[in-house]
T-cell receptor, first 113, second 112 residues
């Protein structure tokens, strides 16, 4: 069983479109995250949620809107996609404790043309 | 917030040699220091971690050392093998649960 699963794996779309990425974890973790990995492979946190509550929002454009219907799910909706949004988006989860490792999903490669 | 610097960005060693990657962090509240590796096209995966009440931790050929005073921690890989060639990331949580800041990564190449 996949611990953190995100869909789709690949997403190719045109500028200006709206798209969503879904993420689910079955580890019983309280905290979920979205990270963006750009072409230089830098991993940057975008959002984190704890028990459906937003706790971290790292100056991400408001075209990005995360939603957490329950603590096992964290989805990412992106409006008016831009070329610079092209990247790999990773969902991750961990327990609330700061001393806990992140468990990553397999990533969604978003390409905006 | 937490700032993590990772060096070197690329590292090339001969098979059998040791490799060392170092990270420095800024927030003294950080108390947990994981290392991840990321194979090409794959997700980052934890390889070893250390908590602030410990100075060193080993797992077979991999070890992590922590110097809290100097605010740095290092990944040591001994007897390197070509299969160790990949990208390694360090991370630190800072004062906020829910925010792990990653270093910029180190691409390790082990030459046979």
């Amino acid at each position: 069983d996949t611990a953190v699963s995100q869909t789709p794996k690949y997403l190719v779309t045109q500028m200006g479109n709206d798209k969503s990425i879904k993420c689910e974890q079955n580890l019983g973790h309280d905290t979920m995250y979205w990270y963006k990995q750009d072409s230089k492979k830098f991993l940057k946190i975008m959002f984190s949620y704890n028990n459906k509550e937003l706790i971290i929002n790292e100056t991400v454009p408001n075209r990005f809107s995360p939603k957490s219907p329950d603590k096992a799910h964290l989805n990412l909706h992106i409006n008016s996609l831009e070329l610079g949004d092209s990247a790999v988006y990773f969902c991750a989860s961990s327990s609330r404790d700061r001393g806990s490792p992140l468990h990553f999903g397999n990533g969604t490669r978003l390409t905006v043309t | 917030g937490e700032n993590v610097e990772q060096h070197p960005s690329t590292l090339s060693v001969q098979e059998g040699d040791s490799a060392v990657i170092k990270c420095t962090y800024s927030d003294s509240a950080s108390n947990y220091f994981p290392w991840y590796k990321q194979e090409l096209g794959k997700r980052p995966q934890l390889i070893i971690d250390i908590r602030s009440n410990v100075g060193e931790k080993k797992d077979q050929r991999i070890a992590v050392t922590l110097n809290k005073t100097a605010k740095h921690f290092s990944l040591h890989i001994t007897e390197t093998q070509p299969e160790d060639s990949t990208v390694y990331f360090c991370a630190a949580p800072g004062a906020n649960a829910g925010k792990s800041t990653f270093g910029d990564g180190t691409t390790l190449t082990v030459k046979p």
